[in-house]
């Protein structure tokens, strides 16, 4: 079968331009002695709002991987994709998330639940799992209430699967569930039923991505309680090695951390977690490299700067509509968002230090990066003025990729 690697890494590249600066910051990790594989993503919803097909992905993806000789792996993520969206994804994607959020909730048969029960009455009672501090105890009807929220969705993801098995072939895919788009967070008990639950569908699930507790907003670092998302992060790998040894799922099966970029903060748990159990993890940002751009064409001054100063002042202007779709996962305190005349009066040094996310920089602003990060519909209506100031400015703005990417997130990750 298609095997994920122990280590890999997703990246966004919304305007197809920056893939070799990407590849490049995981070539830099590589000859540290790290392997850690590119995942190259995009969901439908960025497909949509910039008029983009995912096999652009796949061709960036390729054309680096090309250029620069890179041997080792990588793959490109349909990702968040359902039964009605993945159909464009299936020949140029290697990855696929299966959403089924959405399905969280919603009942399942009682049928369905009650066979779940008489199946699995090692879930009730007292359940000890190696790696796990103190044992799950269960009651019949907390294991039931769990089956009941769950089991659609991963029925959902079953039917999902089976429908890109029989496109693609089941040895030739990468599957992973995520749940992480929804309310409330499940717990490492939750976690467990619902890998029982897919492996019960024979989903060959090779990586999970729950919701997990805290803040997880685009583009800028976690907030929540660093002590319990440790010790939840730790309970959930247990569970995960407890439930391939228990219920036959892939032996590589792993995390897969929804970050939303930049969680500097979890980096540390996260490298710690990884060295005692030896455990892997993917790790999936968003599409924040558009927010590296940007501020190369701020630096690069003249044309790129007065692009990235109209880009900031639309979207002040227009800051309801673009926030809406992302209502959920951005925290932007408006009253600190500067004028547009202010912005204009700004040096390209001075905008760039806004938006790039070096916290405690004095000059960084949370609420301008939250803003643009929503905002790269703009660069998609700019069309072929942006495109053409990323192609002149490639220099200055491959270099605020690779640095992004490596300084400030594989060499804290993987490194520290
Ligand atoms: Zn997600």
Redesign the pocket.
Known sequence: MLTLERFSFGVGDRFAHQAKAQLRAFQRLAAEGIEVVPVWNKSNREHTFIGSEPQSVFDAAKAAVAALGWKQGWHVDA??IRLETVGRFLACSDFF?I?V?DSIGKPAAASDVAAFLARHPELIGTVSITGVGQPFATTRAEVEAVVAKYLLAVQDAGKIYRHIVAAKGEDNLIAEV?M??TDAPQTPLELLIILAALADEKVRVQTI?PKFTGRFNKGVDYVGDLVQFEREFNDDLAVIAHAVAKYGLPANLKLSV?S?SDKFSLYPIIRRALARTGAGVHV?TAGTTWLEEVIGLAEAGGDGLALAKEIYAYALAHVDELCAPYASVIDIDRAKLPSAEVVNGWTGPQLAAAIRHIPGHPEFNANVRQLLHVSFKLAAKAGPRYLDLLKSNEEIVSRQVMANLYDRHLKPLFIG
Do not use: R, Y
């Open positions: 990702d968040h998330t959403d959020a995520s992480d788009e991505a929804h939303g999936k």
